[in-house]
């Protein structure tokens, strides 16, 4: 069926995380935008007692975490809403602070690839710290110096079997929030590293590194045009020596077969529409604030009217406005399949490429828009536009995610379109 | 709860009409548009799809009900087909379904059996007006109060069929606000002009019609003596047109794309070049974008729920969307895009008259 009526647990989901955003983020976004590398403690603290109370939630919908144990009243069934529940957070967050919404000690990237390629038992052992006595941080590490979205054809980084243990040796770069997973909270970065560098993008699988685990550490902290709030860093792992248990997926995972990289594609159908939310998130901030200030100088959009009768201002505003709200309604889409269980591939590359492409381009106008009010930094208008940009470019350009959506529309493989 | 797919009935209706878009509407869209119109058979078959039957109840003729949704769900399928024949076999839709949303009980039970259980006969809308910045707020036909009843002046354009049309529903400013009122062919004063001709729609006859101090008794203003709020109206029009579009736009990128998977350059087909393959997945990502818009919009009217903006927001983008796509087709097919053998240059012509469209279908 064909349906926009918003179910109630996600008007609840706005009204909560909306009162989060105004309360929590938007008042220090400006002070940790001045102060990078500072940490929000009091953000992370406050949402990690409320993900408690909330019992748990971040990239992990209910219907994927970890089962109850025996005795336990089973949860109620309700419809699936899952993953736009979380699509709605990261949206609304975003809307509060995009680089704050990053520091959530809620699983976010890490917790999503346990929980597309893990097993039941460790989606136990690494998900159920989330809602555990102190704030913790996840991180996921794909990206290597020489290979951004090639990488899983082109990784550096090597897995070793030794006995019990994996030994993994190489240098991750570009990892959000890797300084709070690794040294500031008792959290994880889940690195995707080759068994078999032999074997192209089949030899690839995922490996989860605990904070604290010798012969990983944190080497550089990047400085940023805008997400200031969260880290990004470089990790070197030098003969870093994991238990065997932490590659995460099926006890088999050593034979060559392709599902690491399906695990690597499966995590970014998961997280894609996230980005894209969380996009969209700024880009309702900035038309909000747009919005606000025309009407505090007495102008009104005047929707209905024929093209030839609007103002510039208008026209600016209605198209922003069909931009914003056709984006969100792909990523809805997005995950709305996520929650039926539907292949989303296509849909999460389209909602990431529109979403990229849209807070760019409302944000810039929006700048453009208001003049010295809109450049100025007494606004959080420029502030967007800087964060704005990095949905265009994390968890794959939108040059990437373009050429994921015409491969699959025109059928082609890698052979056929690179 | 949200939802994004159609029913399994909805899915039954779409399969038909796409039948009958692919055999019928498209077969005969580029000989419609050189002749100026379809042939009667054509437009009879889509009319027994039944699309607008199913959308008025049985006690004024029809079997079913209308719902939005299920409206354009079929207006994409039969503008896939073509735009022009869509809103042709539309058409009397658009009478019929004003008059249901906003008629009087008299009214419908006047005249929709005669549309709804007939054979495809000319009912038609008569909104547009030649001004440059024409809108429905600011309509230059009017009407008057005279002896208990209404005299309309003016002049209105793009009137579909009127040189056959059985009767028009014509919308005249009273009291500062569009209303409508239902005149039948050969009233006094109403002068059917020459037949217009535009960049596209070739195939969809329009005229320009005059009115001269045209009587209008009580009973046939629209919604009887109290009228209607055009609101709800026009906002179901620029659903219907937005989803018209989309269809439209649909088979201009499925077309180019099918091309740039045959045709070579270099040893290759262009579909394997980034620019084009790019342009391509741009051009999907807006139309399903541009989508869902207008699914919320029809939803809404569906649920009761003031849906102007929403509608406004789906033509408003349906129509750029429609000039991206269809103007991208035509380039990627390169000269051959220019030349009308192929059907991306109407496709073209016509998805420049989107904009124009506003309150010319229903759903």
């Not at chain 2, 192929?342 to 989107?354: D, L, Q, T």
Request: hydrophobic share 45%; with cysteine.
């Amino acid at each position: 069926m064909i349906s926009f009526e918003i179910p109630e647990k996600l008007q609840q989901t706005y009204t909560l995380m909306t009162m989060i955003a105004e309360n929590m983020m938007r008042p220090v976004a400006r002070y940790f935008d001045d102060h990078e590398h500072e940490i929000p403690w009091e953000y992370i603290n406050f949402m990690h007692d409320a993900n408690k109370q909330m019992g748990g939630g971040g990239m992990v919908p209910a219907s994927e975490r970890p089962k109850k144990k025996e005795g336990e009243e089973p949860r109620k069934e309700g419809p699936r809403i899952g993953y736009q529940r979380l699509a709605v957070s990261a949206e609304v967050l975003s809307w509060g602070d995009t680089g704050l919404y990053l520091c959530s000690p809620v699983g976010l990237l890490g917790a999503a690839a346990v929980t597309a390629t893990g097993t039941p038992e460790q989606k136990e052992r690494f998900l159920t710290r989330f809602t555990g006595d102190k704030p913790v941080i996840d991180a996921m590490a794909l990206t290597e110096s020489h290979a951004g979205s090639a990488m899983p054809a082109m990784v550096r980084t090597t897995a070793v079997r030794d006995g019990d243990s994996w030994v993994l040796n190489g240098e991750k770069i570009f990892v959000t929030g890797g300084h709070k997973a690794l040294i500031d909270t008792p959290g994880f970065v889940v690195i995707w590293a080759t068994i078999d560098p032999s074997a192209g993008r089949a030899g690839v699988r995922p490996f989860v590194v605990e904070a604290g685990t010798p012969g990983c550490s944190v080497t550089k902290l990047e400085h940023k045009l805008g997400i200031r709030a969260s880290d990004t860093v470089s990790i070197v792992l030098q003969d870093c020596r994991i238990p065997f248990d932490n590659i995460l997926g099926s006890p088999e995972v050593e034979r060559k077969t392709t599902e690491g990289f399906k695990g690597a594609m499966a995590t970014f159908d998961a997280s894609r529409p996230m980005v894209a939310a969380s996009a969209m998130g700024v880009a309702r901030a900035t038309l909000e604030a747009v919005k606000e200030y025309l009407e505090s100088k007495g102008i009104q959009i005047r929707y209905g009217l024929p093209r030839a009768r609007l103002t510039n201002i208008e026209r600016e505003v209605i198209d922003m406005e069909v931009l914003l709200r056709s984006t969100w309604l792909l990523v809805l889409k997005s995950v709305w399949m996520m929650d039926e269980r539907k292949p989303n591939n296509l849909e999460a590359s389209m909602s990431k490429v529109r979403a990229g492409d849209a807070v760019v381009r409302i944000t810039q106008k929006a700048v453009e828009m208001l003049g010295p009010a809109g450049y100025s930094r007494d606004l959080l208008l420029e502030k967007w536009l800087r964060d704005a940009k990095i949905n265009d470019l994390y968890e794959g350009t939108g040059q990437i995610n373009r050429l994921i959506v015409a491969r699959r529309i025109l059928d082609y493989g890698r052979q056929e379109l690179s | 709860m949200y939802g994004f797919e159609p029913t399994d009935e909805q899915k039954m209706l779409i399969d038909t009409v796409q039948k009958y878009a692919t055999k019928e509407l498209r077969e005969a869209a580029h000989d419609a548009d050189e002749a100026g119109g379809f042939p009667p058979e054509i437009l009879r078959h889509g009319w027994e799809l039944g699309v607008l039957q199913a959308s008025v109840p049985e006690a004024y003729g029809g079997f079913g009900e209308r719902s939005a949704v299920t409206g354009v769900l079929a207006a994409e399928e039969l503008a896939w087909g073509d735009l022009a024949g869509a809103m042709a076999i539309m058409m009397p839709g658009a009478f019929a379904l004003a008059v249901l949303v906003a008629g009087t009980e008299e009214q419908r039970k006047q005249w929709l059996p005669g549309i709804v259980e007939a054979d495809w006969k000319p009912f038609v809308p008569a909104i547009t007006e030649p001004q440059f910045d024409f809108g429905l707020d600011d309509l230059r036909t009017t009407a008057e109060r005279q002896n208990g009843g209404y005299v309309l002046n003016g002049e209105k354009c793009m009137v579909p069929f009127a040189d056959t049309a059985e009767a028009f529903l014509v919308f005249a400013r009273l009291d500062d606000r569009p209303q409508a009122f239902i005149v039948p062919r050969g009233a006094d004063g109403l002068t059917v002009g020459d037949r217009d001709y535009y960049l596209g729609l070739g195939a969809l006859p329009t005229h320009k019609l005059q009115l001269q101090k045209v009587k209008v008794p009580t009973a046939d203003r629209l919604g009887g003596e109290d009228g209607f709020d055009p609101a709800p109206l026009a906002a179901a029009g620029n659903t219907a047109a937005a989803a018209l579009a989309v269809g439209m736009s649909r088979a201009s990128y499925q077309y180019a794309l099918a091309y740039a998977k045959d045709r070579e350059v270099f040893d290759v087909p262009i579909a394997q070049k980034q620019s084009i393959a790019f342009g391509l997945a741009e051009m999907a990502i807006e139309i399903e974008a541009i989508r869902l818009l207008v699914w919320e919009a029809a939803w809404r009217l569906d649920a009761g729920l003031d849906a102007a903006k929403e509608a406004y927001l789906a033509l408003t983008g349906a129509a750029d969307m429609a000039m991206m796509v269809t103007d991208r087709a035509v380039q990627y097919l390169g000269g051959h895009g220019y030349i009308r053998e192929h059907p991306v240059e109407r496709w073209m012509r016509n998805g420049r008259g989107v904009a124009l469209f506003s309150g010319l279908a229903m759903v």
